[in-house]
């Protein structure tokens, strides 16, 4: 199939459709506006579901009623209104009906501006809402792998009965690249059996998104831990460049960066540099933040002399990176904040001190990782709008 050039929230919009979405409710806000506009041409010539809710709130209970019915539905957001979403993704969570989230984020907090981010990395890996519950969480790092993790967030949802969200930040939203889309999948002919549909003939069901006992509610989450584990023991995912742990090889890496989305794509560039340097450094790339790759971390700690973790934040995923890392090497952090994009010379530099600082044979047993604040200097000169929420 020939490739096509589009702009990632336009390629994901497709991306969704051709896997059968059949109900899509949202609200615009910037950087994803572009996704629910296209959804608004395309569902309806397509004799399908789209509407434009009043608010962030009104759009995920709409959801959560078309996920209840069987129905393959979707929203996407950016994270403001993501955080509007949180008590309605708690319920579907608590419902177990399947659900697919685009979360584009941008600067915060608050407001924040509408530059590129991964400040939602904590409100949507860690839980999405109140309760003890994880949705599983899928980062792209290109417009070729948003449009194919978006059809994997539609298969892993209906397998799993849970959310799956598809995280990115306003630079892949808005980027344009070459991709080749998936065929368009056949609408589903009947519900799943465990939909509310009130047609004749089927047997009665109900979805209750609480239980009022104790002894109730704590079997809810336990039959929800077991799903998390089941998860977790099947659907990691990570790509790595530049890592084997292999004695001799001319690709053994001694240093890792670890980044995801944007930040990884930027630090690869950072890292094929270092290498052309002399620095035995290699990338891991997690794609799922949830279930995050935990053990293959902790494999690369008995190996590796340092890690450096590169994110727009503050240090969200880091806090991940040194439990998985345990304590077995020294973990260092550069991170940008409110918008700005880390430059690979930036990242470069970051591992070349870390390669100075590890340079020496260790003992990996150390007292614990070692963290580095986002450097402070000047942010670049950005031109952004004063807009409203959309």
């Not at 109140?130 to 899928?138: A, E, Q, S, T």
């Not at 002399?305 to 240090?315: K, T």
């Amino acid at each position: 199939m020939a490739k096509q050039l589009m702009k990632g929230n336009e390629a994901i919009a497709e991306a969704a459709i051709r896997a059968g979405v059949e109900a899509y409710f949202g609200y615009p806000i910037t950087p994803q506006t572009e996704l629910l506009e296209y959804m608004s041409k395309r569902m309806p010539e397509l004799g399908r579901v789209f509407l434009q809710a009043e608010s962030e709130v009104a759009a995920i209970n709409m959801v959560y009623g078309a996920a209840c019915a069987g129905r393959r539905v979707m929203t996407s957001s950016s994270s403001p209104g993501i955080s509007l979403m949180q008590e309605g993704l708690s319920y579907i969570a608590a419902s177990h009906v399947p659900v697919v989230i685009v979360d584009v984020m941008r600067g915060g907090p608050g407001l924040g501006n509408i530059a590129p981010s991964q400040s939602d990395y904590f409100q949507m890996v860690k839980m999405a809402g109140h309760g003890d519950y994880k949705p599983i969480v899928l980062a792209p790092a290109t417009v070729q792998e948003a449009v194919d993790l978006t059809a994997l967030a539609f298969d892993l949802a209906e397998r799993y009965r849970t959310i799956a969200t598809v995280l990115l930040d306003g630079v892949l939203g808005q980027m344009m690249e070459p991709v080749e889309l998936p065929a368009m999948r056949a609408l589903p002919t009947t519900p799943p059996a465990w939909a509310i549909t009130g047609a004749a003939g089927r047997a009665k069901n109900s979805v209750v998104p609480f239980r009022m006992q104790a002894d109730d509610l704590e079997a809810l989450n336990l039959e929800l831990q077991r799903k998390i584990a089941e998860i977790a023991r099947r659907e990691v995912r990570f790509k790595e460049y530049l890592i084997d742990t292999t004695s001799g090889s001319t690709d053994k890496a001694e240093l890792i960066v670890v980044a995801f989305g944007t930040a990884g794509r930027v630090a690869l560039s950072a890292v094929k540099a270092a290498r052309q340097k002399g620095i035995c450094v290699g990338l891991h790339r997690p794609i799922t933040l949830s279930p995050f790759p935990d053990e293959r971390l902790s494999q690369l700690a008995d190996e590796a002399r340092g890690f450096l973790v590169v994110e727009m934040n503050a240090g969200q995923m880091l806090q991940d990176v040194k439990l998985s890392v345990g304590g077995q090497a020294p973990v260092r952090f550069y991170g940008r904040t409110g918008g700005q994009v880390p430059m690979p010379d930036d990242i470069a530099l970051e591992i070349e001190k870390l390669d100075e600082m590890t340079g020496h044979p260790l003992d990996h047993k150390i007292e614990g990782p070692v963290a580095l604040r986002p450097v402070d200097r000047p942010a670049r000169r950005q031109e952004t709008s004063r807009t409203s929420r959309n």
